[in-house]
Protein backbone atom coordinates (compact mmCIF):
# COMPACT_ATOMS: atom_id res chain seq x y z
CA UNK A 1 0.00 0.00 0.00
CA UNK A 2 1.72 3.46 -1.33
CA UNK A 3 1.12 6.14 1.02
CA UNK A 4 1.80 10.09 0.13
CA UNK A 5 1.76 12.17 3.50
CA UNK A 6 -1.57 11.58 4.97
CA UNK A 7 -2.84 9.73 1.88
CA UNK A 8 -3.08 5.99 1.31
CA UNK A 9 -3.81 4.40 -1.87
CA UNK A 10 -5.41 1.10 -1.95
CA UNK A 11 -5.03 -1.03 -4.65
CA UNK A 12 -7.78 -2.92 -6.65
CA UNK A 13 -7.90 -6.46 -8.78
CA UNK A 14 -6.05 -7.25 -11.34
CA UNK A 15 -3.88 -3.65 -11.55
CA UNK A 16 -7.00 -2.04 -11.00
CA UNK A 17 -8.29 -2.61 -14.43
CA UNK A 18 -11.82 -2.27 -14.80
CA UNK A 19 -14.44 -3.12 -12.99
CA UNK A 20 -12.25 -2.32 -10.26
CA UNK A 21 -10.69 1.03 -9.58
CA UNK A 22 -8.00 2.58 -7.02
CA UNK A 23 -9.11 4.30 -3.52
CA UNK A 24 -7.75 6.67 -1.73
CA UNK A 25 -8.04 7.05 2.45
CA UNK A 26 -7.60 9.99 3.98
CA UNK A 27 -5.48 9.01 6.89
CA UNK A 28 -6.77 11.72 9.51
CA UNK A 29 -9.54 11.31 12.41
CA UNK A 30 -12.10 11.85 10.18
CA UNK A 31 -11.25 8.64 8.81
CA UNK A 32 -12.72 9.20 5.04
CA UNK A 33 -12.46 7.06 2.22
CA UNK A 34 -12.85 8.34 -1.88
CA UNK A 35 -14.77 5.03 -4.13
CA UNK A 36 -14.65 1.65 -2.74
CA UNK A 37 -13.20 0.11 -6.11
CA UNK A 38 -10.37 -1.40 -4.45
CA UNK A 39 -9.31 -5.32 -3.28
CA UNK A 40 -12.22 -6.19 -0.79
CA UNK A 41 -9.69 -7.79 1.71
CA UNK A 42 -7.56 -4.46 1.68
CA UNK A 43 -11.21 -2.39 2.11
CA UNK A 44 -11.72 -4.73 5.43
CA UNK A 45 -8.66 -4.57 6.85
CA UNK A 46 -8.30 -0.64 6.20
CA UNK A 47 -11.78 -0.37 7.98
CA UNK A 48 -10.80 -2.60 10.79
CA UNK A 49 -7.35 -1.40 11.58
CA UNK A 50 -7.88 2.56 10.80
CA UNK A 51 -11.83 2.70 10.35
CA UNK A 52 -13.74 4.58 7.57
CA UNK A 53 -16.36 6.85 9.03
CA UNK A 54 -17.29 8.17 5.98
CA UNK A 55 -17.46 7.37 2.09
CA UNK A 56 -16.94 9.58 -1.28
CA UNK A 57 -17.89 8.44 -3.92
CA UNK A 58 -16.53 10.46 -7.47
CA UNK A 59 -19.09 9.37 -9.22
CA UNK A 60 -22.12 6.53 -9.63
CA UNK A 61 -20.76 4.10 -12.21
CA UNK A 62 -19.99 0.65 -10.55
CA UNK A 63 -16.18 0.15 -10.10
CA UNK A 64 -15.79 3.24 -8.03
CA UNK A 65 -19.07 2.49 -5.88
CA UNK A 66 -18.01 -1.52 -6.33
CA UNK A 67 -17.61 -2.23 -2.48
CA UNK A 68 -19.98 0.64 -0.53
CA UNK A 69 -21.99 -1.89 1.04
CA UNK A 70 -18.88 -3.57 2.67
CA UNK A 71 -18.76 -0.29 5.06
CA UNK A 72 -22.57 -0.13 6.13
CA UNK A 73 -21.58 1.66 9.37
CA UNK A 74 -19.95 4.50 7.23
CA UNK A 75 -21.95 7.50 5.87
CA UNK A 76 -21.85 8.24 1.70
CA UNK A 77 -21.82 10.89 -0.28
CA UNK A 78 -21.84 11.20 -3.76
CA UNK A 79 -21.47 14.59 -6.11
CA UNK A 80 -24.83 16.64 -6.26
CA UNK A 81 -25.41 16.18 -10.27
CA UNK A 82 -25.70 12.52 -9.97
CA UNK A 83 -27.52 12.36 -6.48
CA UNK A 84 -31.00 12.15 -8.30
CA UNK A 85 -29.49 10.18 -10.71
CA UNK A 86 -29.38 7.02 -8.73
CA UNK A 87 -32.52 7.22 -6.97
CA UNK A 88 -34.11 5.04 -9.80
CA UNK A 89 -32.83 2.23 -12.35
CA UNK A 90 -35.08 4.48 -14.68
CA UNK A 91 -32.17 7.15 -13.84
CA UNK A 92 -29.61 4.88 -14.18
CA UNK A 93 -30.90 3.74 -17.32
CA UNK A 94 -31.59 7.39 -18.90
CA UNK A 95 -27.94 8.37 -17.65
CA UNK A 96 -26.34 5.47 -19.31
CA UNK A 97 -28.23 5.77 -22.48
CA UNK A 98 -30.31 2.61 -22.31
CA UNK A 99 -33.53 4.62 -22.28
CA UNK A 100 -32.77 7.10 -25.18
CA UNK A 101 -31.67 3.87 -27.31
CA UNK A 102 -34.20 1.26 -26.29
CA UNK A 103 -36.77 2.99 -24.89
CA UNK A 104 -38.94 1.32 -22.05
CA UNK A 105 -38.43 -2.27 -23.29
CA UNK A 106 -34.74 -1.80 -22.76
CA UNK A 107 -35.07 0.01 -18.65
CA UNK A 108 -36.29 -3.13 -17.93
CA UNK A 109 -33.72 -5.69 -19.42
CA UNK A 110 -31.78 -3.26 -17.23
CA UNK A 111 -34.05 -3.64 -14.43
CA UNK A 112 -33.57 -7.88 -15.04
CA UNK A 113 -29.50 -7.62 -15.59
CA UNK A 114 -28.40 -5.25 -13.16
CA UNK A 115 -26.18 -6.47 -10.32
CA UNK A 116 -28.47 -6.07 -7.27
CA UNK A 117 -25.07 -5.62 -5.70
CA UNK A 118 -24.33 -2.51 -7.44
CA UNK A 119 -28.35 -1.29 -6.72
CA UNK A 120 -27.62 -1.78 -2.70
CA UNK A 121 -24.55 -0.02 -3.20
CA UNK A 122 -25.88 2.98 -4.74
CA UNK A 123 -28.92 2.87 -2.20
CA UNK A 124 -26.41 3.11 0.61
CA UNK A 125 -25.41 6.70 -0.52
CA UNK A 126 -27.55 9.10 1.69
CA UNK A 127 -25.89 12.55 1.06
CA UNK A 128 -24.02 14.65 -1.23
CA UNK A 129 -21.02 17.07 -1.07
CA UNK A 130 -20.23 20.41 -2.60
CA UNK A 131 -17.35 21.30 -5.52
CA UNK A 132 -15.75 22.93 -3.06
CA UNK A 133 -13.04 22.66 -0.34
CA UNK A 134 -13.33 20.45 2.89
CA UNK A 135 -10.94 20.05 5.69
CA UNK A 136 -11.07 16.67 7.41
CA UNK A 137 -8.99 17.25 10.52
CA UNK A 138 -6.15 19.12 8.61
CA UNK A 139 -6.22 17.82 5.16
CA UNK A 140 -7.26 19.92 3.04
CA UNK A 141 -9.60 18.61 -0.60
CA UNK A 142 -11.46 20.29 -2.90
CA UNK A 143 -13.59 18.70 -4.93
CA UNK A 144 -13.29 19.54 -8.10
CA UNK A 145 -16.12 19.46 -10.86
CA UNK A 146 -14.85 18.18 -14.21
CA UNK A 147 -17.68 16.40 -16.22
CA UNK A 148 -17.06 14.79 -19.80
CA UNK A 149 -16.73 11.24 -18.45
CA UNK A 150 -20.02 11.93 -16.54
CA UNK A 151 -22.21 15.11 -15.67
CA UNK A 152 -20.99 15.43 -12.00
CA UNK A 153 -17.38 13.85 -12.22
CA UNK A 154 -14.97 14.72 -9.38
CA UNK A 155 -11.50 14.82 -8.93
CA UNK A 156 -10.41 15.47 -5.17
CA UNK A 157 -7.52 17.89 -5.09
CA UNK A 158 -5.19 18.05 -1.97
CA UNK A 159 -3.89 21.38 -2.46
CA UNK A 160 -1.16 21.66 0.17
CA UNK A 161 -0.20 18.00 -0.88
CA UNK A 162 0.17 18.87 -3.92
CA UNK A 163 -1.81 15.59 -5.22
CA UNK A 164 -5.08 14.88 -6.90
CA UNK A 165 -6.90 11.90 -7.62
CA UNK A 166 -8.11 12.25 -11.47
CA UNK A 167 -10.28 8.68 -11.58
CA UNK A 168 -11.12 8.08 -14.98
CA UNK A 169 -8.89 10.35 -16.50
CA UNK A 170 -6.72 7.30 -16.51
CA UNK A 171 -4.34 7.19 -19.53
CA UNK A 172 -5.02 3.91 -20.44
CA UNK A 173 -4.83 2.34 -24.22
CA UNK A 174 -8.78 2.35 -24.33
CA UNK A 175 -9.02 6.21 -24.83
CA UNK A 176 -10.96 8.82 -22.72
CA UNK A 177 -14.70 7.45 -21.54
CA UNK A 178 -17.62 9.59 -22.49
CA UNK A 179 -20.30 6.95 -23.88
CA UNK A 180 -23.16 7.45 -21.12
CA UNK A 181 -25.92 10.17 -22.34
CA UNK A 182 -24.45 11.82 -19.52
CA UNK A 183 -21.05 11.93 -20.95
CA UNK A 184 -19.84 14.76 -23.62
CA UNK A 185 -16.42 15.11 -25.51
CA UNK A 186 -16.26 18.79 -25.32
CA UNK A 187 -16.85 19.04 -21.54
CA UNK A 188 -14.32 15.96 -21.10
CA UNK A 189 -11.60 17.82 -23.07
CA UNK A 190 -11.98 20.89 -21.25
CA UNK A 191 -12.06 19.05 -17.76
CA UNK A 192 -8.22 17.53 -19.29
CA UNK A 193 -6.93 21.25 -19.53
CA UNK A 194 -7.92 22.16 -16.16
CA UNK A 195 -6.62 19.01 -14.07
CA UNK A 196 -3.68 19.98 -16.15
CA UNK A 197 -3.23 23.55 -14.79
CA UNK A 198 -3.72 22.59 -11.07
CA UNK A 199 -0.79 23.36 -9.16
CA UNK A 200 0.07 19.61 -8.55
CA UNK A 201 3.03 17.19 -8.79
CA UNK A 202 1.60 13.94 -8.65
CA UNK A 203 -1.64 12.69 -10.39
CA UNK A 204 -2.99 9.56 -9.07
CA UNK A 205 -5.61 7.58 -11.70
CA UNK A 206 -8.49 5.16 -10.93
CA UNK A 207 -7.01 2.55 -12.59
CA UNK A 208 -4.09 0.72 -13.96
CA UNK A 209 -0.23 2.70 -14.12
CA UNK A 210 -1.71 4.81 -11.50
CA UNK A 211 0.45 7.50 -10.21
CA UNK A 212 2.11 9.53 -12.04
CA UNK A 213 4.52 12.91 -12.16
CA UNK A 214 2.59 16.52 -13.47
CA UNK A 215 5.33 15.85 -16.58
CA UNK A 216 4.46 12.28 -17.44
CA UNK A 217 0.58 12.92 -17.03
CA UNK A 218 1.08 15.85 -19.18
CA UNK A 219 2.82 13.76 -21.75
CA UNK A 220 -0.16 10.94 -21.70
CA UNK A 221 -2.98 13.45 -21.81
CA UNK A 222 -1.62 14.29 -25.39
CA UNK A 223 -1.55 10.92 -26.64
CA UNK A 224 -4.96 9.67 -24.83
CA UNK A 225 -6.82 12.98 -26.11
CA UNK A 226 -5.92 12.39 -29.68
CA UNK A 227 -7.48 8.73 -29.48
CA UNK A 228 -10.88 10.82 -29.67
CA UNK A 229 -9.41 12.18 -33.33
CA UNK A 230 -8.42 9.23 -34.45
CA UNK A 231 -12.45 7.67 -33.86
CA UNK A 232 -13.27 10.89 -35.12
CA UNK A 233 -11.45 9.93 -38.32
CA UNK A 234 -12.29 6.14 -38.39
CA UNK A 235 -16.65 7.27 -38.12
CA UNK A 236 -15.60 9.93 -40.60
CA UNK A 237 -14.20 7.35 -42.94
CA UNK A 238 -17.00 4.77 -42.79
CA UNK A 239 -19.56 7.59 -43.34
CA UNK A 240 -17.97 8.51 -46.74
CA UNK A 241 -18.42 5.34 -47.61
CA UNK A 242 -21.92 5.46 -47.00
CA UNK A 243 -22.76 3.42 -44.17
CA UNK A 244 -26.02 3.96 -42.16
CA UNK A 245 -26.15 4.74 -38.47
CA UNK A 246 -27.37 0.68 -38.01
CA UNK A 247 -24.21 -0.55 -39.62
CA UNK A 248 -21.99 1.91 -38.28
CA UNK A 249 -22.77 0.86 -34.33
CA UNK A 250 -22.42 -3.29 -35.50
CA UNK A 251 -18.97 -2.99 -36.56
CA UNK A 252 -17.05 -2.61 -33.21
CA UNK A 253 -15.57 1.00 -33.01
CA UNK A 254 -14.87 1.58 -29.60
CA UNK A 255 -15.62 -1.99 -28.29
CA UNK A 256 -14.73 -5.17 -29.98
CA UNK A 257 -17.11 -6.81 -31.66
CA UNK A 258 -18.22 -9.93 -30.28
CA UNK A 259 -18.59 -7.64 -27.46
CA UNK A 260 -21.30 -5.76 -28.58
CA UNK A 261 -23.70 -8.90 -27.89
CA UNK A 262 -24.05 -7.30 -24.43
CA UNK A 263 -26.68 -4.84 -24.23
CA UNK A 264 -25.00 -2.37 -22.11
CA UNK A 265 -21.86 -2.14 -24.40
CA UNK A 266 -24.19 -1.92 -27.27
CA UNK A 267 -25.84 1.19 -25.78
CA UNK A 268 -22.51 2.89 -25.29
CA UNK A 269 -21.43 1.78 -28.47
CA UNK A 270 -24.30 3.90 -30.01
CA UNK A 271 -24.07 6.30 -28.25
CA UNK A 272 -20.38 7.23 -28.43
CA UNK A 273 -20.77 7.11 -32.10
CA UNK A 274 -24.14 9.46 -31.77
CA UNK A 275 -21.52 11.88 -29.87
CA UNK A 276 -18.88 11.86 -32.64
CA UNK A 277 -21.36 12.25 -35.38
CA UNK A 278 -22.65 15.39 -34.04
CA UNK A 279 -19.14 16.70 -33.20
CA UNK A 280 -18.47 15.58 -37.30
CA UNK A 281 -21.44 17.91 -38.14
CA UNK A 282 -23.49 14.91 -39.06
CA UNK A 283 -27.32 14.36 -37.93
CA UNK A 284 -28.89 10.88 -37.20
CA UNK A 285 -32.34 10.45 -38.39
CA UNK A 286 -33.83 6.74 -38.17
CA UNK A 287 -30.46 4.39 -39.69
CA UNK A 288 -29.29 7.42 -41.74
CA UNK A 289 -27.01 10.05 -41.28
CA UNK A 290 -26.84 13.00 -42.67
CA UNK A 291 -24.56 16.47 -42.70
CA UNK A 292 -26.42 19.14 -40.69
CA UNK A 293 -25.99 22.02 -43.27
CA UNK A 294 -27.79 19.31 -46.50
Not at 55 to 78: F, G, Q, S
Not at 208 to 222: I, L, N, P, R, Y
Request: glycine content about 10%; overall charge negative.
Amino acid sequence: MRQIGPIMIIEGANKSKVPFSRSLYINSKDKVLIDTGADPAELRALDDQYGVELVVNTHYHPDHTLHNHLLPDAEKWINPLEFETIQSIEGIARGNGVFQEWGPKGVEALRTHLPMEWVQNLGEISGTYQYEEYNFSGVKVNFLHTPGHTIGYTCPYFPELGVVYVGDFDMTAFGPWYFGTDGDIDAFIASSSRLLELDAETYITGHQKGVFTKQEFTEAMGKFLSIIEKRDEVIEKYVRQGMNFEELTNIGIFYRKQMLEVMILKTWERSGIRKHLQRLGYSVQGYEIQLVNE
